[in-house]
Nanobody, 126 residues
């Protein structure tokens, strides 16, 4: 069983930045591919970005490429999502997820993720 706890969400003005954190339980965090997803009201959950087990590889949705960055600290069992140049379209609940098998890259399919956090809300005001 893996527990994921996100933090760092909040209200920010357009053009601002936020950094989300996701802490995982367990001693095998370094063996998980990690992903960030988001879901806006009335919309489907969408892939934001993912990072491989070592942190040497990342992938991003086109909508956030160049603005968002994912990193991880395996010693702290933590994955981060740095979000810059935020706009109203980034308003959503953000979820981190753990892919224990890591069979596919890029890890864009939510069905490949076995464990999910509870989500943290990000609201961007105009």
């Amino acid at each position: 069983q893996v527990q994921l706890v996100e933090s760092g969400g909040g209200l920010v003005q357009a053009g601002g930045s936020l950094r989300l954190s996701c802490v995982a339980s367990g001693r095998t965090f370094s063996s998980y591919t990690m992903g960030w997803f988001r879901q806006a009201p009335g919309k489907e959950r969408e892939f934001v970005g993912g990072i491989n087990r070592s942190g040497s590889g990342t992938d991003y949705a086109d909508s956030v490429k160049g603005r968002f960055a994912i990193s991880r600290d395996n010693a702290r069992n933590t994955v981060y999502l740095q979000m810059n140049s935020l706009n109203a379209k980034d308003t959503a609940a953000y979820y981190c997820a753990a892919d224990l098998k890591g069979r596919y890259w890029p890890p864009t399919d939510s069905n490949d993720y076995a464990y999910w956090g509870q989500g943290t809300q990000v609201t961007v005001s105009p």
